[in-house]
């Protein structure tokens, strides 16, 4: 288990994310956080933990590396709700 506290400058995208069931229709706020370079080199893989944005902590649903062709990381986005 790896932990990394950082205080990073991200773009931050808000959205609303619907999920459908089958007895009612829920909506919750989510967002994506795309922070420039590799945030985390020690780590393979983005998941897990909280960020916090405009001063609301979010829980992270997953996590991503995006790789330039050369297989360098070019910047990290955080799908979070």
């Known amino acids: 288990m790896y932990i990394v506290d950082l205080d990073l400058k991200c773009n931050f995208?808000?959205?609303?994310?619907?999920?459908?069931?089958?007895e009612k229709k829920m909506v919750r706020?989510?967002?994506?956080?795309?922070?420039?370079?590799?945030?985390?080199?020690?780590?393979?893989?983005l998941s897990g933990g909280t960020?916090?944005?405009?001063?609301r902590e979010r829980r992270i649903e997953q996590g991503t590396?995006?790789?330039?062709?050369?297989g360098t990381v070019n910047f990290c986005t955080l799908e979070v709700v």
Do not use: C, H, Y
């Open 65 to 70: 590396k995006n790789r330039n062709p050369d």
């Open 29 to 45: 706020i989510a967002g994506t956080a795309m922070l420039s370079g590799d945030i985390a080199p020690e780590i393979p893989s």
């Open 51 to 55: 960020v916090t944005v405009f001063g």
């Open 13 to 22: 995208q808000d959205r609303a994310k619907t999920i459908l069931t089958a």
